[in-house]
């Protein structure tokens, strides 16, 4: 079983700023598996926001290009998520994601609500 840890989530006016963390299996992020965030509004489906690549390279939801940067720390195992400039379309949940041996493994989610 892989555990996700997120958390940052929160209630911000437009304009703000949030920054969401994900704690990832050392063994699993060690390894440079594609993991990133995804979000989901009401009435939504899934979509990816951020994600690093097995290659390390980095891909992005057009809706968030120059908004949002994703980042990593290797030394505590941990996935960023800066949000800038936050608009109320960007009210969803967000989870983690790690795709581990052909899984998808997800974090519990963390709330995110942009208000005028």
């Known amino acids: 079983q892989v555990q996700l840890i997120e958390s940052g989530g929160g209630l911000v006016q437009a304009g703000g700023s949030l920054r969401l963390s994900c704690a990832v299996p050392?063994?699993?992020?060690?390894?440079?598996?594609?993991m990133g965030w995804f979000r989901q509004a009401p009435g939504k489906e899934r979509e990816l926001v951020a994600s690093?690549?097995?290659?390390?390279?980095?891909t992005y939801a057009d809706s968030v290009k120059g908004r949002f940067i994703i980042s990593r720390d290797t030394l505590t195992n941990t996935v960023y998520l800066q949000m800038n400039n936050l608009k109320p379309e960007d009210t969803a949940v967000y989870y983690c994601?790690?795709?581990?041996?052909?899984?998808?493994?997800w974090g519990q989610g963390t709330q995110v609500t942009v208000s005028w």
């Open positions: 994601n790690v795709q581990y041996w052909g899984t998808d493994y």
């Open positions: 050392q063994s699993i992020f060690s390894r440079h598996v594609p």
């Open positions: 690093f690549t097995s290659g390390g390279g980095t």
